[in-house]
């Protein structure tokens, strides 16, 4: 039986039991399109593979605009990293960005920023930009300007339009924007002042015969302020659907709603890891009537934690940016820590979870054949989906409770 009175996950929760009709249909689905033409033998080692794939898909983002207009510091902050760290991208006052140069996140690397010699530098003129900088290879452009937009970022604009890729036009430096306007206005209104500023950018686009663009202001020294949530929540959506997660779980855990919808993504692919890992496994534990591939179940709880934020070293980021100690956000947090996070934990985890996830392994074998027949001796399946989602809703918490201290301390 689950222990009602242990902190550590997984936490009885009957919504856990839930396993939607538009869940069934999708692992189906996608189950029956791996099996596509397979002998069920190799089956086995078809999804894996295919599960793999899934989570190894690329993303590359570019970044481009003019000299100083803050892309490199951009680029540093969206992988999370200050200018200092030792794989961040070289910033400063002078020209630094002369040719493409690639930066994987340090915890994805299948997600790059590819840093761009602005526009009309000498080697890179507006009529062969496109092709020099390789423009097949990104899924979609960001162009920043630190004022008005220019000609050629217009230019560039209408070029990435032809060839039918996605462009987001992203004004940078706002915070220093505010300061200036705080010191020359008496009256100064935070809200007036950055509608006005975005007004001025699209009227000047407009100008140039760019047709309803969007803006985004953006602080790289305060991401989760002004628009960067919003861009974030943009781009997500207008690519396609196997990209979407790809770009949100390096995102910094910024706001409780990019919070919220990390936890949605993950918990919709929770069957996945359960499903690797029972398919993996080829000893059962001993003591339990089910295997499991613990060193998945793990890594897939570990990425859960980078996710969310809840690594040290994510936190230590945090701690340093808002006006709080590392040890006040860790007092918050319910679950272990990721370094306790180990084989013996999970395997704790798992005995805990059989209580509640056996009661619904049988259904979902009885519900999709591939997976009773392929799991089948291995009823890990119930189980491991069971304890994966209890451990992602409290981690979520915890991440919840960690950006609540944080930013109640830089409100105070
Ligand atoms: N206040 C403020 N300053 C910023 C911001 N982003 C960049 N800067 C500063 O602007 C200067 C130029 O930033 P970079 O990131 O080096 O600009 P870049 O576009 O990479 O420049 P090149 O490599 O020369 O093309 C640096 O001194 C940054 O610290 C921001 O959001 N706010
Ligand atoms: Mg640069």
């Known amino acids: 039986m689950v222990d009602n009175t242990?902190?550590?996950?997984?936490q009885p929760d009957s919504e856990l039991d839930i396993i939607t009709e538009d869940e069934i249909t999708t692992i189906r689905r996608e189950v029956e399109e791996a099996l596509e033409n397979e002998s069920l033998t190799s089956a086995a080692g078809k999804i894996q593979d295919y599960l793999e794939d899934v989570q190894n898909v690329e993303l590359n983002i570019a970044i481009t605009g003019e000299s100083g207009s803050g892309k490199s510091t951009f680029i540093n902050a969206f992988r999370g990293l200050d200018d200092e760290a030792k794989d961040s991208a070289a910033t400063g006052v002078v020209e630094t960005t002369m040719e493409?140069?690639?930066?994987?996140?340090?915890?994805?690397?299948?997600?790059?920023?590819?840093?761009?010699?602005?526009?009309?530098t000498p080697n890179f003129k507006p009529e062969d930009y496109l092709k020099k900088v390789e423009f097949d290879r990104y899924d979609f452009f960001i162009i920043i300007s630190s004022e008005r937009f220019r000609a050629n970022d217009v230019l560039l604009a209408k070029e990435i339009q032809k060839i039918k890729k996605k462009f987001y036009f992203v004004r940078s430096k706002i915070d220093a924007t505010m300061d200036a306007e705080k010191r020359r206005k008496k009256n100064f209104n935070q809200d007036e002042t950055l509608e006005r500023t975005r007004l001025n950018c699209i009227k000047g686009l407009e100008d140039q015969d760019l047709g309803c663009p969007k803006v985004f202001l953006i602080s790289s020294f305060e991401l989760h302020l002004y628009d960067?949530?919003?861009?974030e929540e943009t781009m997500e959506k207008e690519l396609p659907a196997h990209k979407r997660q790809t770009l949100l779980m390096p995102i910094p855990n910024l706001t409780l709603e990019i919070n919220q919808r990390k936890k949605e993504a993950l918990l919709?692919?929770?069957?996945r890891s359960a499903l690797k890992s029972g398919l993996a496994a080829?000893?059962?534990?001993?003591?339990?009537?089910?295997?499991?591939?613990?060193?998945?179940?793990?890594?897939?709880?570990?990425k859960y934690y980078h996710a969310?934020?809840?690594?040290d070293e994510s936190l230590q980021n945090l701690a340093e940016r808002m006006d709080v100690t590392e040890k006040e956000l860790k007092s918050v947090i319910k679950s272990p820590l990721l370094s306790e996070v180990k084989h013996d934990l999970i395997l704790k985890m798992l005995t805990k979870a059989a209580g509640g996830g056996l009661m619904i392994a049988e259904y979902w074998a009885s519900t999709i054949p591939v997976i009773g027949s392929?799991?089948?001796?291995?009823?890990?399946?119930?189980?491991?989906?069971?304890?994966?989602?209890?451990?992602?809703n409290e981690l979520s918490e915890d991440a919840k409770n960690v950006l609540m201290k944080a930013l109640?301390?830089?409100n105070e």
Request: proline share 11%; with cysteine; net charge negative.
């Open 308 to 311: 969310f934020g809840l690594d």
């Open 282 to 302: 080829t000893v059962p534990i001993p003591g339990l009537s089910f295997a499991a591939d613990v060193k998945i179940l793990t890594d897939e709880i570990h």
């Open 100 to 120: 493409v140069k690639d930066y994987p996140h340090p915890k994805h690397p299948n997600v790059k920023l590819w840093d761009l010699p602005g526009v009309g």
């Open 6 to 10: 242990d902190p550590f996950w997984p």
């Open 228 to 231: 960067f949530p919003d861009l």
């Open 408 to 410: 109640k301390a830089d």
């Open 268 to 271: 919709s692919c929770v069957w």
């Open 374 to 392: 392929m799991a089948a001796g291995a009823l890990s399946f119930g189980t491991t989906h069971y304890m994966l989602k209890s451990c992602l």
